[in-house]
């Protein structure tokens, strides 16, 4: 998190240093990305970056809960759009993300990101990071969702169904990144045909109507 003179700051100079992190972190995966490439891209002294941030994994962290705050907002805008209708809104949403996370102008940002997150165990970029921002994205959820033809009955069970959506769709992310670094990749569209399935299994369930209980 970002010491308290980074928000004192003007907007623009916040707006370069992260731009100059985002530059940075394209550039090299965490491992290999330097404090100094990114004081010098955004034109500060050493000692004020230190004024603004512990150290590299301060800068990245507070990057990788801004763009997952970018991205949860615009699953709210889609969330609108479709009146409420959940499955076809995470479709959406998770449509958007494949293309910008995996040939998107800023993919090879995300390859870096998932390549560090691969071995950190971190939490999903894809909807937040931020305890403010993901307890004010369940709120807007409960209050904007369209229930009624759901099996969710509170906030907890929607909470549950929408993490095992968004763990799925950093599985198929990292399983992309990892078959492009093995020699053997995956393509755009076969990883959306995954995540489809996945989301038609979750919707309707594996097994086949045989009279069985559907309540």
Do not use: C
């Not at 995470?90 to 390859?111: K, M, P, V």
């Not at 929607?158 to 950093?170: C, D, N, R, T």
């Amino acid at each position: 998190m970002p010491k308290a003179t980074y928000f004192h700051l003007p907007e623009e100079k916040k707006q370069r240093l992260m731009n100059a992190a985002m530059i940075e972190f394209t550039r090299a995966p965490f491992s290999k990305a330097s404090i100094s490439n990114i004081i010098q891209i955004a034109e500060i002294p050493r000692g004020s970056f230190y004024q603004y941030f512990e150290d590299k994994e301060d800068i990245f962290q507070y990057m990788l809960a801004n763009l997952g705050t970018e991205l949860g907002s615009r699953f709210q805008e889609i969330i609108l759009r479709h009146k409420g209708a959940l499955i076809p809104s995470l479709r959406e949403f998770i449509d958007y993300a494949l293309d910008r996370t995996l040939e998107g102008q800023q993919s090879q940002l995300f390859q870096n990101i998932f390549i560090y997150m691969d071995y950190r165990s971190a939490s999903s970029v894809s909807l937040g990071t931020k305890k403010n921002h993901q307890h004010d994205l369940r709120t807007f959820l409960m209050d904007n969702v369209d229930f009624s033809n759901l099996r969710i009955n509170n906030e907890r069970e929607l909470a549950l169904f929408v993490h095992m959506a968004m763990g799925i769709l950093m599985q198929i992310v990292s399983k992309f990144y990892f078959a492009a670094r093995s020699g053997h990749p995956m393509d755009v569209a076969e990883a959306k045909r995954t995540m489809s399935t996945s989301l038609d299994w979750l919707e309707n369930g594996v097994a086949k109507n045989q009279g069985g209980r559907h309540d």
